[in-house]
T-cell receptor, first 115, second 113 residues
Framework: KQEVTQIPAALSVPEGENLVLNCSFT??????LQWFRQDPGKGLTSLLLIQSSQREQTSGRLNASLDKSSGRSTLYIAASQPGDSATYLCAVLDGPLQGAQKLVFGQGTRLTINP | EPEVTQTPSHQVTQMGQEVILRCVPI?????FYWYRQILGQKVEFLVSFYNNEISEKSEIFDDQFSVERPDGSNFTLKIRSTKLEDSAMYFCASSPTTTYGYTFGSGTRLTVV
């Protein structure tokens, strides 16, 4: 059974710092990995999608990497801003080749950027 | 940018009542999903739906739950007889293929009292 773990559970840094959020998964047979942002009491906003054949994806100040063989992904946020404060969720898409796949989520990293 | 729309944003219901949560997926997507997040816990899979039938369901999705696509645009989750432990944020999602990225709606917060 796929398990997704995110470290750290919470992170507080001053504005302007670069930071890395970590995600690990137990079964490397995934189709893709998606990073989401969740503001308190709100929905899930997709940030980056990395297909299993890719090593990284970039969008603005965000860069996500994927190492399937070691079961790890990182989300790098450059020049952090107070508006980046949110919970960041990692989710892997797995399931049988012939059948329905589903997203398995980590518990999230709660990020606070201090002005 | 296309969105997944969920209504209502918040629903309060009495234990034992039936509730219907509504979703409008992105129009050209073919795969639809419901997930839920109990406060302080992980987002967890409930059910996937394709070609007017359930593709897969989790152990959470028992007989009190049902899904339906009553027309070409809506996708609903019905909880027949709500329990206190059904209180959670319910998210609808859609995707164009099984292995493409998902787009989630903003969620319905269900409170059972």
């Amino acid at each position: 059974k796929q398990e997704v773990t995110q470290i750290p559970a919470a992170l507080s840094v001053p504005e302007g710092e670069n930071l890395v959020l970590n995600c690990s998964f137990t079964d490397s047979a995934i189709y893709n990995l998606q990073w989401f942002r969740q503001d308190p009491g709100k929905g899930l906003t997709s940030l980056l999608l990395i297909q299993s054949s890719q090593r990284e994806q970039t969008s603005g100040r965000l860069n996500a990497s994927l190492d399937k063989s070691s079961g790890r992904s990182t989300l790098y946020i450059a020049a952090s801003q107070p508006g980046d404060s949110a919970t960041y969720l990692c989710a892997v898409l797995d399931g049988p080749l012939q059948g329905a796949q589903k997203l398995v989520f980590g518990q999230g990293t709660r990020l606070t950027i201090n002005p | 940018e296309p969105e997944v729309t969920q209504t209502p944003s918040h629903q309060v219901t009495q234990m034992g009542q039936e509730v219907i949560l509504r979703c409008v997926p992105i129009s050209n997507h073919l795969y639809f999903y419901w997930y839920r997040q109990i406060l302080g816990q992980k987002v967890e899979f409930l059910v996937s739906f394709y070609n007017n039938e359930i593709s897969e369901k989790s152990e959470i999705f028992d007989d009190q739950f049902s899904v339906e696509r009553p027309d070409g645009s809506n996708f609903t989750l019905k909880i027949r007889s709500t329990k206190l432990e059904d209180s959670a944020m319910y998210f609808c999602a859609s995707s164009p293929t099984t292995t493409y990225g998902y787009t989630f709606g903003s969620g319905t917060r269900l409170t059972v009292v």
